[in-house]
């Protein structure tokens, strides 16, 4: 499921930009179908506009019939009557997620225990370390998530200390149970002073199972970042 809200406070109908001859979300659903994984892949989004653009590529959409403060809590409501086992959520503005990373996401749920999984990967950029645009997690020694911040973490108090900083992908894959209970916990302090919505999972005890992938891409946030996804269309 891909969720897709019109609206965007740092960047404006974002997923309807111009990208490689096609809208940044026309990009984000064609990557998704054409990895084959999926029963089914569906757009959930608050807009006709956005509706007409998927269905012209043969696409579902379910409309949102309500305002939500997430992209998780847009797609729980369009999953509540859908009889399914895994929910993967694809943003709609992640248009390089690849079949391989899909596919490793997936597989965490061979393991019982997980109930959320997410994709990070190496930062090695220290622009991107301060940005705070840029969402960073910090994970145990099995990989389930301990934090996520628009801040630097772990913060490198000790210098003589080789510190690895994990970069957040937005893209998570969810037992359909913990999708829905999700929706029925008020948002959390923390998720809302960071706007980060995976903490609201933290907060009531649900880590994530992080899978650490070689991700090449852009999040689109910023029309600094469409340049750069622009560069990097074959």
Not at 70 to 81: F, N, Q
Not at 95 to 114: G, I, K, S
């Amino acid at each position: 499921m891909i969720p897709a809200r019109y609206a965007a406070s740092r960047f404006p109908a974002k997923l309807m930009q111009p990208l490689g001859g096609k809208t940044v979300i026309a990009q984000t659903y064609l990557a998704a179908v054409r990895s084959g994984l999926f029963d089914e892949v569906v757009v959930v989004s608050d807009t006709d506009i956005i509706r007409t653009e998927i269905e012209q590529y043969g696409g579902r959409v379910i409309m949102s019939l309500g305002q939500h403060e997430s992209g998780t809590d847009r797609i729980a409501e369009a999953a509540a009557d859908l009889d399914v086992d895994v929910i993967v959520n694809v943003q709609g503005d992640t248009p390089f997620v690849t079949t391989e990373q899909l596919r490793l996401l997936l597989e965490q749920f061979n393991d019982p225990a997980v109930q959320v999984a997410s994709l990070m990967q190496v930062l090695r950029d220290e622009a991107m370390i301060t940005n705070p645009n840029c969402v960073k997690v910090c994970v145990d020694k099995n990989n389930n998530s301990l934090f996520f911040s628009r801040s630097v973490i772990p913060y490198p108090r000790a210098t003589d200390i080789a510190i690895t900083h994990h970069k957040h992908i937005g893209v998570y894959a969810f037992r359909k149970k913990a999708l829905m209970e999700f929706t029925t916990w008020p948002m959390s302090p923390l998720e809302a002073a960071e706007k980060i919505e995976c903490l609201r999972f933290l907060e009531n005890g649900v880590q994530l199972r992080m899978v650490l992938t070689d991700y090449v891409g852009v999040e689109i946030d910023t029309p600094e970042d469409l340049e750069k996804a622009a560069k990097l269309l074959p």
